[in-house]
């Protein structure tokens, strides 16, 4: 245990800071959310799996040097950050066009599962700049004595669990909402043109911040 985990007051540290942070919206937060008020909790929560999943697979590129590659290669991570962002883009665009032809799919089923989580999956992929922010944020809390690149991984994964319970709360809350818009034809039309200005407006926000920001 004390080869994966700093000692206790910088793993409780560690937790609150974490919680803190996991607790501020950012883009996996709103694609939650507005996945959530337009299919339901069922697709919020698939959503935060996907997303979680994805945030994942960046705290171990963190881990495994994939920041430094960033940190280093201005290419790699523009490439990287316009494939989200356009990504986003493309989300939004798919989600005005549902609004036009006001479909109702409101229940997530299973194809439609693997859509949301899929989804969910890239926009926290496809986001450089949270790689960046573990590789900043991880070293803070680590103990001087363990493996850097196992306790990388160690804390890495906390912090996706930590997140994950705290979009799950915005998915369930989100989703206790969206039963208003089952009921009414007109919020839940209006709901998915707010959905595709959000992912929309998230793509230019990424194309257009640097690596500085944390998300």
Same mark, same amino acid.
């Given at each position: 245990?004390?080869?994966?985990?700093?000692?206790?007051?910088?793993?409780?540290?560690?937790?609150?800071?974490?919680?803190?942070?996991?607790?501020?919206?950012?883009?996996?937060?709103?694609?939650?959310?507005?996945?959530?008020?337009?299919?339901?909790?069922?697709?919020?929560?698939?959503?935060?799996?996907?997303?979680?999943?994805?945030?994942?697979?960046?705290?171990?590129? %963190?881990?495994?040097?994939?920041?430094?590659?960033?940190?280093?290669?201005?290419?790699?991570?523009?490439?990287?950050?316009?494939?989200? $962002?356009?990504?986003?883009? !493309?989300?939004?665009?798919?989600?005005?066009?549902?609004?036009?032809?006001?479909? $109702?799919?409101?229940?997530?089923?299973?194809?439609?599962?693997? +859509?949301?989580?899929?989804?969910?999956? !890239?926009?926290?992929?496809?986001?450089?700049?949270?790689?960046?922010? &573990?590789?900043? &944020?991880?070293?803070? &809390?680590?103990?001087?004595?363990?493996?850097?690149?196992?306790?990388?991984?160690?804390?890495?994964?906390?912090?996706?669990?930590? $997140?994950?319970?705290?979009?799950?709360?915005? %998915?369930?809350?989100?989703?206790?909402?969206?039963? %208003?818009?089952?009921?009414?034809?007109?919020? +839940?039309? $209006?709901?998915?043109?707010?959905?595709?200005?959000? !992912?929309?407006?998230?793509?230019? !926000?990424?194309?257009?911040?640097?690596?500085?920001?944390?998300?």
């Amino acid at each position: 245990m004390v080869d994966l985990l700093p000692p206790v007051p910088l793993l409780a540290a560690f937790v609150m800071a974490s919680l803190l942070l996991a607790l501020t919206p950012g883009p996996g937060v709103l694609y939650i959310v507005m996945r959530s008020l337009i299919q339901g909790r069922r697709a919020g929560l698939t959503s935060v799996a996907g997303v979680a999943l994805g945030n994942l697979a960046n705290a171990l590129g %963190a881990a495994l040097g994939l920041a430094a590659l960033f940190a280093v290669s201005s290419t790699a991570f523009v490439i990287v950050k316009y494939a989200g $962002a356009a990504y986003l883009v !493309f989300l939004g665009i798919r989600a005005l066009r549902r609004a036009s032809a006001d479909t $109702a799919d409101v229940n997530a089923g299973p194809g439609r599962s693997r +859509h949301v989580f899929r989804d969910g999956f !890239f926009v926290a992929l496809l986001n450089p700049k949270t790689t960046l922010f &573990f590789a900043a &944020f991880l070293p803070q &809390f680590m103990g001087i004595d363990a493996n850097p690149m196992i306790q990388g991984v160690t804390l890495g994964v906390l912090f996706v669990a930590i $997140a994950g319970v705290t979009d799950a709360i915005y %998915a369930v809350t989100a989703g206790a909402v969206s039963s %208003a818009l089952q009921d009414a034809h007109g919020l +839940h039309r $209006a709901g998915r043109y707010l959905s595709a200005g959000t !992912f929309i407006g998230l793509g230019v !926000f990424a194309a257009l911040t640097d690596a500085r920001s944390r998300q």
